[in-house]
């Protein structure tokens, strides 16, 4: 069961508010001893998270369906990094991880219980039915949930400081819909100013006849430029436009730019090489002479962070000089204990 993006929370709704959870969506199949974690690409997960297996296992009745939300904590935040970091070939690894970075499985439907299917009751009676369910034990935990608009209006703003991503508004009286977009969700949406650093050209074309993605930067107080993400999604015509009108930044690109040649420690840069990425990904440096305003929603990464998702293109800021593009841009919810959220409290930390 699928979101579509809304507006703001609306009153007089007949709808079911809960907190968006930044996590891996996942499906839980309980059947006799098995227990199957299914991500919504219809992927196993099984391997990545033994605790939770074992911990679902002891926990759930046979023929138990549920859907949910694989989140990590730390430090009283969702740690979206840390819970990436699970996904790894390395079984080891993924021992060590299960240890010293447990994940929780966050329950908010329920598909079938030991009876049958209840994929066509009404969401509040689904949800009556997963707080019977999971009363009493601790193999997961559920989301909080609401119906007053004013509450999700609270949750939305607080609950941002625990890392959570907003909230979701779920048809009161309808069906558990697979595949349909028949849930709202509630985003937290902000821009930024940033220096455009270079550009990827877009995949399948000719270098130099089409950008597939704007390259942005960020100084910090020490004055080191960090990469901080991506605007892409352009038109076809757009991307052909932006080739030719930024060119002329190219020439010398390379040439003094903090991301090539000899890179301060610690500095972000683009496509750096990970567990997914064996290889420098290409990129082409700018002179840092354009400033950008994009739209994002999330970031990661501590400080120096990044944009959690690919950034929305809002304007061109010539106005501004590369310089001026700092950290000092970015909201910083106020903290919010991740456990005050699980038990459906609105209250900021101290």
Excluded at 315 to 336: G, I, M, N, T
Aim: glycine share 10%; charged share 30%; net charge negative.
């Amino acid at each position: 069961m699928l979101a579509k993006p809304a507006g703001s929370i609306p009153d007089g709704a007949d709808l079911i508010f809960e907190p968006k959870w930044d996590g891996f969506r996942c499906l839980v199949f309980r059947d006799g001893d098995d227990v199957v974690l299914q991500s919504r690409s219809s992927k196993p997960l099984n391997r990545y998270f033994p605790e939770m297996v074992e911990r679902l296992t002891k926990g759930l009745p046979d023929g138990v369906v549920l859907d949910g939300e694989l989140v990590v904590g730390r430090d009283g935040r969702l740690d979206f990094d840390a819970l990436s970091e699970r996904i790894h070939p390395a079984a080891s690894r993924v021992t060590m991880l299960a240890e010293t970075t447990p994940a929780t499985f966050v329950a908010f439907d329920v598909l079938q219980v030991p009876s049958g299917e209840v994929l066509e009751e009404p969401g509040v009676k689904r949800r009556q039915i997963l707080e019977e369910l999971v009363a009493g034990t601790d193999a997961v935990s559920l989301t909080p949930a609401t119906q007053d608009a004013g509450l999700a209006r609270e949750w939305f703003t607080l609950f941002e400081g625990a890392g959570l991503d907003g909230v979701i508004g779920k048809p009161a009286q309808g069906p558990y819909t697979p595949d349909k977009r028949t849930m709202l969700k509630y985003k937290h949406s902000r821009t930024a100013d940033c220096v455009v650093a270079g550009i990827r050209w877009y995949k399948d074309t000719e270098p130099g006849t089409a950008v597939g993605s704007l390259l942005l930067g960020l100084y910090d107080d020490k004055g080191t430029l960090h990469s901080v993400g991506v605007v892409g999604s352009f038109p076809a015509e757009r991307r052909r436009e932006l080739a030719a009108e930024l060119a002329y930044l190219i020439p010398d690109g390379a040439e003094g730019h903090p991301w090539t040649g000899e890179i301060a420690e610690g500095t972000r840069v683009p496509g750096e090489i990970n567990r997914w990425r064996s290889a420098q990904a290409e990129w082409v440096p700018f002179r840092l002479e354009r400033v950008v305003e994009v739209g994002y929603e999330h970031t990661e990464g501590g400080y120096p962070g990044r944009f959690r998702h690919t950034a929305q293109f809002k304007r061109w800021r010539p106005d501004r000089v590369p310089s001026s593009c700092d950290y000092s841009q970015l909201e910083e919810p106020a903290r919010y204990d991740l456990d005050a959220v699980l038990r459906g409290e609105v209250r900021t930390r101290e």
